[in-house]
């Protein structure tokens, strides 16, 4: 850990000691909403100085920032709206990401672009592809992807067989990124916490504390105690995406900023199901359908639909399900059935009123406004961009700050992990050898904790029955469930199944199977009774009935209704002192 650093550990001690701080004194900034933009203004605050606090009603990052894409990209199709500027600030992003910020969490990945008509498609796409790669040159850094190239569709075909002959005649192909979401938001967290950020989950915001037209803080209620405390800060930034007009009625009424949510959902298949080594974009009438390897699984997505029910959990119908699987058999040579789909999840993303009816048609770009003084609003804006919109909300956080606040320096900021995660990578064989695990285990662990890996081989050293993989989802040791407790903010059976894994998309299972096996392994560093571990496994084994229910209704409101059915997890229940 570099000097000046604390520990980057966000357990069950460190939450409490931090409620109990912003409890304490005043602060210079509450973030209020953990997702991919409060993180972000978190370590961008607390990077520049600032004594900074974050809270978040639910899990970190359980909202939208799980459920995207899971791409780092620049929005080929913003080019065709000729959204120029929106696309290089994306690209350059990209680049800081795959080299400085977070190597070890946001890695290329390819697409094959298949072309459908003769003559005009290629130099059309072969342009925008080519200038989308220009625009990928960050300043002194290079794209950190290859560039694209030009394909015959025999070539095309043989990279990936999976597509129909028929149904194209050629292909471009380039790169992008991704990331796993809602570990990288929790990283982030975790690397401001490192900085001196004190973080809560289940820390939910129940009222502004004002002084005459001022806000000077937040009222807030630990969900899992039930206590209520103040956090008074010079500085509120409202980050809370989709629940923005929410917050906004809390301070008392509507104020400048108007998001509308847009859902989108994805898809989770086997691997063997399409038989491909490049990932596969395509255009549909509406937007563009992505293929995305993802381990051992594609992910496929997305749609886009307004939705106005509820927004923590916000359910896939059929009609989604269905609309995805016709697009994506329109160019497979072996269709895909509802029968190969493993997981499924939807998503909200937070687009800015516009005039347009349409959400596609939304904007993604981002806003800061400062409605009353002491409150700042972000909101709009894609995951990829988090950063840009994180340093902009911190810039108007020190125009209400009469300090002088020095300027943002996250560009230059590596998360917890990425330093010396090359170097370990490249001496993966000797870590599997001195560590016992196979090499393709730690190369598993290098990709999910980079180079904090000697955190989770210490759980294995201290207790070797941790080095095996779950029973049933056997992509998983035993370790990073305990380590997901202890070090990654995980409250409960949900966050981990959910987020800090993904077991609950990348098993037909949707994660029922390992529920037994993982709360007791929880039970330990969360110090739960027989008795709530008993209450995990019921509330996930609920939650992933009412899943599968909803996603087999005709409509979102029957789908959302069935959704519902299933109980918000239960705070733990501490047994009454005699």
Known sequence: MASGMGAARLGPAERAAALERMAERELDVVVVGGGVVGAGVALDAVTRGLDTGLVEARDFASGTSSRSSKLIHGGLRYLEQLNFELVREALQERSLLLQRIAPHLVRPVPFLFPLTHHLWERPYVGAGVALYDTLGFASGLTRGVPGHRHLSRSRALRLAPALKKSAFTGAVQYWDAQVDDARFVMMTLRTAAAYGAHVAPRTQVVGFLREGERVTGVRVRDLESGAEQEIRAQQVVNATGVWTDDIQELVGGRGQIHVRASKGIHLVVPRDRIHSLTGIILRTEKSVLFVIPWGRHWIVGTTDTSWTLDKSHPAASRADIDYLLDHV????????????????????????WGESDETSKLSREHVVAHPVPGLVMIAGGKYTTYRVMARDAVDAVAHGLDQRVPPSCTDRVPLVGAEGYQAL????HRLAHSSGLHVARIEHLLQRYGSLIDEVLELIERDPSLGRPLTKADDY????????????????????????????IETFHRGAAVAQEAAELLAGPLGWTDEQVKREVEYFTKRVEAERRSQEQDSDQEADAIRLGAPEIVPVVVPERA
């Open 329 to 352: 058999n329109a160019v497979l040579s072996t269709p895909l059935t509802r029968d190969d789909v493993e997981g499924v999840y939807a998503g909200l993303r937070p687009l800015l």
């Open 425 to 428: 990578w490249n001496s993966r």
């Open 477 to 504: 040791l035993r370790a990073e469930i305990v380590y997901a407790a202890t070090h990654e903010g995980a409250r409960h059976l949900n966050d981990v199944l959910t987020r800090r894994t993904r077991i609950s």
